[in-house]
């Protein structure tokens, strides 16, 4: 009978899942597949109709699965109870404590899980839902923690028998009934308590991702819950063509989504009361007036871009970006969301989106209840806003606003496929950081993006990078202004305007910019009308240049596309339209010199190192000239910024400050900031790496220069800024890269402090202070070569600022770091004689030995 028995024919494997599922542990297990893979179904889905089927059977069968479980909390309880009436050795005492304590867990996460059914079955809604449901899953986190404790000393110190629970539940047998609660049997093998660990681990990601303790999206949830029940009996066959499906959708994916034709185009909220004076504590806060006229002139800005193929806006629920949305695009958006007159016959769907809120919680980034909302704006939809709104918990809790970023760029690109026309997102600045900072971004939307932003000074669009710059950085240092502004040597207007200025950079000095921007031409009205044949053109520094032809006559012909504004004394990066590439010269001198400055220096980028405008890729380049703060009673700014995408310049006060824009190293020494940021991106803000993104922009404004006139390295006068100071103001220039500390000493601007040697060097220094240190191995190396210094020192400078090892290090970039590299660079380009030199000019200054 044995034998007949053992010869018998192996069951189908559709009658083992029907065997396996007769069983209620079976059955959970087979229902806890199935919604694994609606979940990661509806990751990695194209079909946006697919992807809400696949979300609606994963919450279903969620919800299923909560039914088999409804009462085990009870089994729990009851395992509690006996656990405190067992005798146990000491070893035994350990595991019993371990075993209390996990039982304890495991049922008060089962009950608080069962006291929210009738929430989620929609039939008693309850405001304690959401804080139930977190403490529930701090006790399932726990109570699996302490199992894999458990199972690991059962398998490295034989403290007992094999755990009762499996995946946070109790054991069952085939028949779905539970265990006696310490079956007598022997340890389990090392095979079964290794599996347990794994499915354990497994399903540890599940509410340490619910809570926001871990960074996993759902994809990876999803993908961690497979293990967890493919680990078992007759399920697992159901698993191995898993990898072969997911393979074959990815590279699907891929494909699809190379042919995406749609923009995303980014819309950073207006200005705000919060953003008065930076009162984080205002609930909510509405636009100021400012902020409605710069969401009024958003959409005049956007409209060119062709509002027809805009087929849905998506915008934070928080009052402000709600306001920003309904006045720019007023025009775009159906008329059945505006009460009374706006909006357009047929227009874009307008969705209210709690993904897309600002990143932390202070109560000016916590939206208002839904009721308020409703009452202010009656005919717009809040049923996407869903329970956890306004608070900011789960996905919307701070720690989690970088997975909140993975889920809308996911969603993004669905809606892209599905529509093919324009997505609008109206969201905030620290989130668009988040959004933009994202590879995804870059590598799964390149080329679909167009970013507009409200901020009073930064009402722009210019082309978007892969690199974030993180400040603003200005050209004159703050402690310059400041010796002027508190120096009685200093006539009465000069020192105000120094201490308004410094005031202005203090409030830039830090600020994060949003995102680089990618700009469409401005409309043909604002084309200047004044042309220079009409009015005589004052001569300035910048003029024609000496070199013209590239050196590498194979390389690709240079994009230009120069933007310059008119900002008429105002704080305004956009204020009037000067003069666009190919226009006429204007009467304006500081337009027509910052034109053709950033054209000698784009000129210089890409006729000697082969770059093609700040983006090695065409982009535009947009500069503000007549910046300043106070129009109705100018000083003058002194000082000119880049923002990472933009250049803002000062007309000086006249008295110690002349105009910025005279200054070919002043407009080559800021637009450099924006290369460095697209290259090695280094971190302005930290102490060295800073220091180098200042050198970095000295040392390339002078090889500008140098180029531009024709100079050799012992031609050239090595100093920066030296055209800024009318002639009644003693000392040569601003820096001085041969010599740093010599640049100027006089009682009004005070004793140029820029170092030029390591030992000097404190981590409390000003960026533009230590980067004395590299200027002055720089200009060691080029006299070292001789001839030009861009024909080599450049060159490797360059070869080093593009070198990924730079980039992977940019954050907290070295001096030394940075040494290294050039040297390597220097032997790669030139040989070791090369590399010698450059070595001996960074030991000159202390940072090699």
């Known amino acids: 009978m044995a034998y007949l028995q053992s010869a018998r024919p192996q069951a189908s494997l559709s009658k083992q899942l029907a065997n396996f599922t007769n069983s209620t542990a079976g059955l959970d297990l087979t229902l806890r597949l199935i919604q694994a893979l609606a979940q990661i179904a509806a990751e990695v889905c194209i079909d946006n109709a697919i992807v809400m089927r696949c979300v609606t059977a994963k919450l279903q069968l969620a919800l299923g699965r909560r039914y088999l479980r409804l009462f085990s909390f009870i089994d729990c309880f009851e395992r509690v109870r006996d656990i405190l009436a067992r005798d146990s050795s000491l070893a035994g005492a350990i595991l019993t404590t371990m075993e209390l304590v996990e039982s304890s867990c495991l049922g008060l996460y089962l009950l608080l899980e069962s006291l929210t059914m009738l929430h989620d079955m929609n039939i008693w809604l309850v405001p ?112 191995f063509i898993l990898p072969v499906l997911l393979q074959n959708t990815i590279t699907y994916r891929q494909k699809y989504f190379s042919e995406m034709v749609g923009q995303v185009i980014l819309v950073r909220h207006g200005h705000a009361l919060h953003n008065v004076n930076n009162n984080t504590g205002i609930p909510d806060p509405r636009l100021t007036l400012e902020g409605e006229r710069q969401s009024v002139r958003l959409g005049q800005n956007i409209a060119p871009l062709g509002t027809n193929t805009i087929g849905i806006i998506l915008t934070s629920p928080l009052i402000r970006s709600i ?118 971004f870059s590598l799964e939307l390149a080329g679909t993006k167009v970013l507009f932003t409200c901020s009073t000074l930064l009402l722009q669009t210019t082309p978007l990078s892969t690199t974030m710059s993180r400040a603003t950085r200005h050209f004159v240092p703050f402690y310059v202004l400041k010796h002027i502004a508190e120096s009685t040597a200093a006539p009465e207007k000069a020192r105000q305007a120094a201490q308004r200025t410094l005031s202005a950079d203090q409030n830039f000095r830090g600020q994060r910019v949003q995102a680089q921007r990618a700009t469409q031409a401005p409309s043909a009205t604002d084309e200047p009308a004044v042309s220079a044949a009409q009015v005589p053109i004052r001569a300035a520094l910048i003029g024609p240049a000496a070199r013209d032809e590239p050196h590498d006559a194979s390389a690709p012909p240079l994009q230009l596309k120069r933007l310059i504004y008119d900002a008429k004394g105002s704080g ?267 070595r001996n000019a960074w030991v000159a200054v202390g940072v090699l030995v």
């Open 572 to 838: 305004n990066l956009r204020g009037t339209l000067a003069r666009r590439e190919g226009a006429e010269r204007t009467t304006d001198r500081q337009v027509n010199n910052v034109y053709d400055g950033i054209g000698i220096t784009l000129k210089f980028f890409h006729t000697v190192l082969g770059r093609n405008s700040l983006d090695d890729n065409g982009g535009n380049v947009v500069a503000t000239v007549h910046f300043d703060n106070e129009p109705q009673n100018p000083l003058g700014y002194n000082n000119a910024f880049s923002n990472g995408t933009e250049f803002a310049f000062g007309d000086g006060d006249g008295i110690i400050f002349d105009y910025f824009t005279d200054s070919l190293d002043v407009v080559a020494h800021e637009l450099t900031h924006a290369i460095t940021d697209h290259t090695a991106g280094l971190n302005y803000e930290h102490p060295q790496a800073g220091g180098l993104h200042e050198s970095i922009s000295d040392v390339f404004a002078a090889l500008v220069e140098q180029w531009h006139f024709d100079q050799t390295a012992s031609d050239a006068d090595w100093l920066t800024g030296q055209s800024l100071f009318p002639v009644a103001i003693k000392g040569p220039a601003l820096r001085d890269i041969a010599n740093p500390g010599t640049a100027f000493n006089d009682p009004i601007r005070g004793r140029d402090r820029q170092i030029s040697h390591f030992s000097q060097y404190n981590a409390n220094l000003d960026v533009h202070l230590s980067s004395g240190i590299p200027n002055r191995a720089f200009y060691l190396a080029a006299t070292g070569f001789g001839g030009f210094a861009f024909e080599k020192a450049g060159k490797i400078w360059y070869a080093t600022l593009t070198d990924s090892r730079i980039k992977a290090v940019a954050e907290t970039a070295t001096f030394k770091q940075w040494a290294d590299v050039t040297v390597d660079q220097a032997s790669r380009l030139f040989g070791t004689s090369a590399a010698i030199i450059v």
């Open 323 to 440: 306001h920003t949305t309904l006045l720019a695009f007023i025009d775009v958006i159906d008329e059945r969301y505006y009460r009374g007159e706006g909006g357009i016959v047929g227009g874009a769907d307008l969705v209210l989106d709690p993904y897309l809120q600002e990143v932390d919680n202070p109560p000016c980034n916590t939206g208002s209840a839904v009721e308020i909302l409703e009452k202010e704006w009656p005919d717009l939809d809040f049923n996407m806003l869903g329970d956890l709104w306004p608070l900011k918990k789960g996905i919307f809790a701070p720690n989690k606003h970088k997975e909140r970023a993975q889920e809308v760029l996911r969603g993004l690109k669905i809606r892209l496929s599905n529509v093919r026309n324009d997505v609008v997102v109206v969201t905030h600045g620290g989130f668009m950081q988040d959004l933009t900072d994202n590879p995804r």
């Open 128 to 239: 304690w839902y959401t804080p139930v449901l977190i403490e529930g899953n701090k006790f399932w986190f726990y109570a699996i923690c302490i199992s894999i404790t458990r199972t690991v000393g059962v398998l490295l110190f034989g403290l007992g028998t094999q755990p009762e629970t499996q995946n946070g539940h109790p054991q069952t047998d085939q028949k779905g009934e539970h265990e006696e609660p310490f079956p007598s049997q022997p340890v389990s093998s090392t095979t079964s308590l290794l599996k347990q660990i794994v499915v354990d681990g497994c399903d540890l990601t599940l509410p340490a991702s619910f809570l926001g303790w871990i960074s996993l999206g759902n994809l990876g949830v999803g993908g961690a819950m497979v293990p967890s029940v493919s680990l078992y009996g007759a399920v697992s066959k159901l698993c």
